[in-house]
């Protein structure tokens, strides 16, 4: 079966420091990877998507960015936080096309708290 | 740009009770998607949706997409404490299109009292 793992749970980062979240998938090959955020009462946002190694997506224009470095491994990234980076960072992942669209399933979350 | 709404944002229900959430586009949805996220947590895939009229169940649970696809509804029956969290609704916006990216909507946080 498969698993997905997010770390860490939890964070707090004073401002203009930098952030590194990793997320990891067990159990499938290829998969399509997604980076969102959930802050609150906005909602949830794609950040970013991977179809492959080092390819990279970006859907929101921020100071945040994304590397694939292996096949199951994603990596969000910034180099110097700001305040409103604070927020709930999920993970997920899908089987790639050719289907037209494929449930994604969700790691457990990082909680970032930006001071 | 298109959003998903939906409604009710909150619901209190009494245990055993009955409940309905929706989740409304202007545009047809390629993909219906429901979720359910416990504070703090990831979310749960619950059940997904492809076919207008199509209706899906899972236990206490039963979720529909009309034949439009525009319109889906969350059905819970005999609502218990476990039933309590964040309902999500997420939809492909377009068939084939954007490599599976969904959209979702703001969630619909249910409790249910003992």
């Known amino acids: 079966s498969q698993t997905i793992h997010q770390w860490p749970a939890t964070l707090v980062q004073p401002v203009g420091s930098p952030l590194s979240l990793e997320c990891t998938v067990e159990?499938?090959?290829?998969?399509?990877l997604y980076w969102y955020r959930q802050a609150a009462g906005r909602g949830l946002q794609l950040l970013f998507y991977s179809v492959g190694i080092g390819q990279i997506s970006s859907e929101v224009p921020q100071n945040l960015s994304a590397s694939r470095p292996q096949d199951r491994q994603f990596i969000l990234s910034s180099k110097k936080l700001l305040l409103s980076d604070s927020g709930f960072y999920l993970c997920a992942w899908s089987r790639a096309p050719p289907r037209p669209v494929y449930e994604q399933y969700f790691g457990p979350g990082t909680r970032l708290t930006v001071t | 740009s298109q959003e998903l709404e939906q409604s009710p944002q909150s619901l209190i229900v009494q245990e055993g009770k009955n409940l309905t959430i929706n989740c409304t586009s202007s545009?047809?949805?390629?993909?219906l998607y429901w979720y359910k996220q416990k504070y703090g947590e990831g979310l749960i895939f619950l059940m997904m949706l492809q076919k207008g009229g199509e209706e899906k169940s899972h236990e206490k649970i039963t979720a529909k997409l009309d034949e439009k696809k525009q319109q889906s509804s969350l059905h819970i029956t005999a609502s218990q404490p476990s039933h309590a969290g964040i309902y999500l609704c997420g939809a492909g916006l377009s068939y084939g299109g954007s490599q599976g990216n969904l959209i979702f909507g703001k969630g619909t946080k249910l409790s249910v009292k003992p």
């Open positions: 159990g499938t090959s290829n998969p399509n």
């Open positions: 545009k047809t949805l390629y993909g």
